[in-house]
């Protein structure tokens, strides 16, 4: 594979809960092994049908705020045509339209280019899958 392009995959463990799970520092870390210096680009992608990829500020209020909005704005509640596994599991098919599964960011120097209090967020409502992955791309 060129150097100009490097792909890995993260195995996320979310448990049975709703989270916010901040992925800044796996992406660090990855561009730190990665990138040398250079300038590019930073894909994540997370291939499910019920996650999605934020960019927030956490450890505020932020991150619980979030869920809370998507809890106002998709119910977990019997309005779904899609009914499989827990009660409401189909908003968290709707999820991806409202918080993409991807995200790609600037990568400046080797570093992210992220504003002061922004973070990379693997945003999972879905309490019926607790093992995600994450792909992280860099591209120069």
């Known amino acids: 594979m060129s150097d100009a392009f490097t792909t890995r995959t993260l195995h996320i463990t979310t448990g049975n809960r709703e989270v916010v799970h901040d992925l800044t520092e796996a992406c660090a870390s990855f561009l730190g092994e990665v990138a040398a210096g250079r300038d590019g680009l930073l894909n994540v992608f997370a291939p499910h049908a019920t996650t999605g990829v934020a960019l927030l500020e956490t450890g505020s209020g932020s991150d619980a705020d979030l869920l809370a909005a998507l809890h ?11 009914r499989h596994g827990s009660p409401g599991h189909g908003r968290d098919h709707v999820l991806p339209a409202l918080v993409p599964p991807h995200a790609t960011l600037p990568v400046v120097g080797g570093r992210l280019a992220l504003g002061t209090w922004q973070s990379v967020c693997l945003v999972d409502t879905n309490k019926d899958n607790p093992e995600r992955q994450v792909r992280l791309s860099f591209l120069s």
């Open 72 to 82: 106002t704005l998709l119910p977990a509640d019997d309005r779904w045509q899609h």
